[in-house]
């Protein structure tokens, strides 16, 4: 069981413990959805790459 805050000034220390975790934590976050991001922008371009070799073989097809 939690122990209980007795006094204004424990109850603020607590959640200054809380606070300063969770900003700890939001780092973290924040960095795996930059790494995540650049994953996605590869597969992104490979994509955009793909497509764009197909449309050029349509269009050759269609226009010789």
């Known amino acids: 069981m939690a122990i209980q805050p007795k006094s204004t000034r424990e109850h603020i220390i607590s959640l200054y413990g809380h606070i300063k975790g969770l900003k ?3 780092y973290h976050m924040h ?3 930059h ?4 994953k996605i922008d590869k597969i992104y ?3 955009l790459a793909t497509v764009g070799a197909v449309a050029f ?3 050759d097809k269609l226009l010789f």
């Open 31 to 33: 960095e795996g959805i």
């Open 24 to 26: 700890k934590s939001q």
């Open 57 to 59: 073989q349509l269009i």
């Open 35 to 38: 790494e995540l991001g650049g």
């Open 45 to 47: 371009w490979v994509l």
